[in-house]
């Protein structure tokens, strides 16, 4: 058995459901197709399906609506599928599934199972990137702007570009594996999958099976480096003049004098002072077209 967990508020359209509902029907025949009606949804009825024995839950969405349902099926036997329908899909282009229904839908039908590591972050689950500073900060405006105004590439890029200019790092106590460093990154990323979404590799060697995180931070150096550096994170090249160290680890926790924004998987969070961040390897099974990292 099969169940399709469609956000019909995913994507810069509303989602034609009727064609959704058809092109499933032509390839997955009988497979059951539920909509999300609110946040957390997801999750519900991911666990749902899980508890009855649901070979499968393929998630037609955004980043969050994925975050969501994997919360419903890590550490069960029920696979997650992705078909993408958000606005960096970070997480679908990673496992090479940043494509068209149709085409997602015949790569499902030869898709294999495989472990996937998770991280936790404040006892939050994130498939692919969480991480706290400059992209938190985006992350919780294009949020804001996406009740009232335009989601995509071009809202997200304007917030990011003004965001740049103004934001004003925080100094971070960071403790991983016993050693506390202090530091004040324009972000810091802990990284399953390699990107965010849209191509921008933030960790070019990270894998969603190697049992690590990769915590990259991004310093806060002059932003005629930083601007130089910016055409590498589109490459699977380490960007030059040294505006990122990445250390790989299992278990992390961060602490500042201030309120901690963050963001998991995209979606925004607040925690004061502290945010603790582990991992639980192969804790999902994921559906892939062939194996990935």
Partial sequence: ?????????????????????????????????????????????????????????????????????????????????????????????????????????????????????????????????????????????FTEHGKNGARGKWPYFQLGAKTFFTYKPHTLRVTTDGNTQEIAPLTLVFANGRQYGSNFKIAPQASLSDGKLDMVEIKNAPKYKLAAALPFFFTDKTPPFEVTATTQITHAIVESDHEILYHIDGEPRKTQHQLEITLKKGALRLLLPSYVH
């Avoid at 024995?53 to 037609?60: A, D, K, P, T």
């Fill in 1 to 141: 058995m099969i169940r399709f967990i469609l956000n019909p508020k995913s994507g810069k359209e509303p989602a034609d459901t009727e064609y959704i509902a058809k092109c499933i029907q032509l390839n997955f025949p009988g497979a059951d197709m539920r909509l999300t009606r609110a946040p957390k949804h997801a999750t519900e009825l991911a666990r749902e399906a899980a508890n009855s024995g649901f070979e499968s839950v393929i998630v037609l969405g955004g980043d969050g609506t994925i975050n969501e349902a994997a919360q419903g099926l890590v550490d069960t036997q029920t696979a997650l599928g992705i078909i993408p329908r958000g606005s960096g899909n970070g997480l679908a282009r990673e496992i090479g599934m940043f494509v068209p229904l149709e085409e997602a839908l015949v790569k499902l039908q030869r898709a294999s199972v495989q472990p996937c590591d998770v991280g936790v972050a404040n006892e939050e689950l994130f498939l692919n990137v969480a991480g706290i500073g400059i992209e938190a900060n985006i992350a919780w405006q």
